[in-house]
């Protein structure tokens, strides 16, 4: 390695990146599996994924000039500290520290219903961070090379950031589709600082170390990784609950795992992960679908939840109250069902139908039905009743 790689390397680490290697800028090696992959349909509404996808090919398409790709990886962990953007709507306790095979549960109590967001989206927005300290290492190589340029991607340029952090020997690509590094597992973000500067670089990894373990493929709630490392966004819980515009579809809504925002199950799986120390972080539901703009936009302001806009949060929690079929959420529910948001009514009206058809399997008769209606019978029932009429005059609405 010359001293100008070592240099990067010793730099990159100072910055908090625990990961970095060197990949010739050239064409990308899963160009061919990318085309087949939006060809099949897998993006979904993501356009940015659909449009122009010869710029994947090539980094070139981001910076003319390219000649290398120093990519980098950085733990969630590094995020995790830094919680000043943490919304004060967080059921507590906050955090749960899991690792391999540490499926989080948080107990409901009388007045949550606990709901959680995947690890990556704790704390402030990673996207500002990353592309910060990947400027601060342009600029110092800049200092060092005076006549070279260079440019920070993090996720939203047309690369192929997985394809060529394995080339730059970060990791291998796991049935999962994530990219894992052996010491490190996968609760990594990857970024990418495209430079002109013919540096030397890296092996690319090309063993695997998934062997003939099946767990991701086998615990994935909506079946979406459709052969090992392919993934159908369409049903993934993530795209359901992050990208995707517009009511989630009625055959996947059962299987939102309690996910509000993104989903881990395919990585807290992964033995690869067993020694991770990220956490999810959990919300209440009842909170959640009481959200009004002022508060989303107060409380979410520089976190990756913004993505989803206050119209993505409030339908993915009423899509998960509906689901768990809790009459503590009725009250709220119709609230939603007067929204100015049609896609927030739609889900609304979808859960309270939920609720009051478990409640009426539950309790088919007035009087085994204020049994199974917990602790206020008769306000209980009422407001079933109540809710049905708010759901019909929901559909009106539409
Ligand atoms: C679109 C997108 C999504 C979509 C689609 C995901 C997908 N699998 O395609 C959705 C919204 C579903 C999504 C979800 C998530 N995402 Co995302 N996403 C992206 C984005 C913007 C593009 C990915 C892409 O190009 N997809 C198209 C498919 C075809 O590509 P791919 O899955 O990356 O697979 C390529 C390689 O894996 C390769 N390949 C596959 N198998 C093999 C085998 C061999 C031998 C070889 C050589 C190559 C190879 O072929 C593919 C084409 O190049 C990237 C950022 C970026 N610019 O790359 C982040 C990115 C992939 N996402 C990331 C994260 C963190 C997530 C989530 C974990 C978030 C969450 N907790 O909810 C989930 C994980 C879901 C999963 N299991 O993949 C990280 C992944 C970090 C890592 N360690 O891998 C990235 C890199 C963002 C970042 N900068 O950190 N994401
Ligand atoms: S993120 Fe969740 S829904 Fe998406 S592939 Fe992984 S386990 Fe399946
Ligand atoms: S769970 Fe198993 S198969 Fe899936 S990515 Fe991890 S090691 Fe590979």
């Not at 981001?62 to 290398?68: F, G, K």
């Not at 459709?226 to 996947?252: F, H, K, N």
């Not at 703009?293 to 009423?318: I, P, S, Y």
């Not at 206020?376 to 559909?395: F, I, N, T, W």
């Amino acid at each position: 390695m010359g001293v100008l790689e070592e240099a990067i390397r010793e730099n990159s680490h100072a910055l908090g990146f625990s990961l970095v290697g060197i990949a010739p800028a050239s064409d990308a090696d899963s160009f061919a599996l990318y085309q087949s992959w939006v060809n099949a349909g897998f993006a979904g509404e993501m356009r940015f994924m659909v449009d122009h996808p010869e710029r994947r090919q090539h980094p070139r398409s981001i910076l003319p000039t390219v000649r290398s790709v120093i990519m980098v990886g950085m733990e969630y962990a590094q995020f995790q500290s830094d919680r000043n953007a943490s919304p004060s709507m967080s059921a507590q306790p906050k955090h749960d520290r899991t690792g391999c095979a540490g499926i989080p549960t948080q107990p409901e109590t009388e007045s949550n219903i606990p709901v959680k967001i995947s690890r990556y989206a704790v704390g402030r927005d990673y996207h500002q961070i990353l592309k910060e300290r990947l400027n601060r290492l342009l600029a110092w190589l800049k200092s060092e090379v005076p006549n070279c340029d260079g440019r920070a991607v993090v996720d939203t340029a047309p690369l192929l950031e997985r394809d060529f952090a394995r080339r730059a020997g970060l990791g291998w690509i796991g049935k999962n589709a994530m990219l894992i590094n052996k010491r490190l597992g996968s609760y990594l973000f990857l970024g990418a600082l495209l430079t002109t500067l013919e540096l030397t670089p890296d092996s690319p990894q090309v063993a695997t170390h998934c062997g003939t373990c099946t767990a991701c493929l086998t615990a994935c709630p909506t079946s979406a990784l459709v052969e090992p490392g392919r993934l159908d966004a369409r049903r993934c819980i993530s795209y359901l609950t992050i990208e995707l515009r517009g009511p989630i579809p009625q055959d996947l809504r059962a299987d939102l795992d309690g996910w509000l925002f993104g989903c881990d199950v395919c990585q807290e799986v992964c033995p690869w992960n067993r020694h991770a120390t990220a956490d999810v972080e959990w919300f209440d539901a009842l909170q959640i679908v009481q959200l009004d703009e002022e508060t989303f936009q107060r409380q979410f302001r520089g976190t990756a939840l913004q993505r989803t806009k206050r119209q993505g949060l409030v339908r993915n929690a009423a899509v998960i109250l509906g689901e768990r079929g809790d009459l503590r959420a009725l009250e709220p529910l119709r609230k939603c069902c007067q929204d100015s948001d049609p896609v927030i009514r739609e889900a609304a009206r979808w859960a309270i139908q939920q609720i009051v058809e478990r409640s009426n399997r539950l309790s088919p008769t007035p009087t085994s039905a204020h049994s199974a209606l917990s602790s206020k019978p008769e306000s209980s029932s009422e407001r079933c009743l109540e809710a049905a009429d708010s759901s019909r005059k929901c559909d009106q609405n539409l």
